[in-house]
């Protein structure tokens, strides 16, 4: 009775880390893209400052 109760355990510790491991990279994946869009905007911003600077020279 105590094995089968443990064998359960340890299956629901094991189900409930394989949960965490797919959140952990959901939560990675979220963040590389905020990140890759605020480089994307902010190589936007940059060209666009420097050609409006070059057209008013």
């Given at each position: 009775?105590?094995?089968?109760n ?12 394989k ?39």
């Amino acid at each position: 009775m105590t094995e089968i109760n443990l064998h359960e355990e340890l299956k629901e510790i094991r189900k409930e880390i394989k949960n965490l491991k797919l959140e952990i990279t959901q939560y990675k994946s979220f963040v590389g893209g905020v990140l890759w869009a605020f480089m994307a905007l902010s190589a936007a911003v940059t060209f666009l400052y420097e050609w409006i600077k070059e057209v008013l020279k």
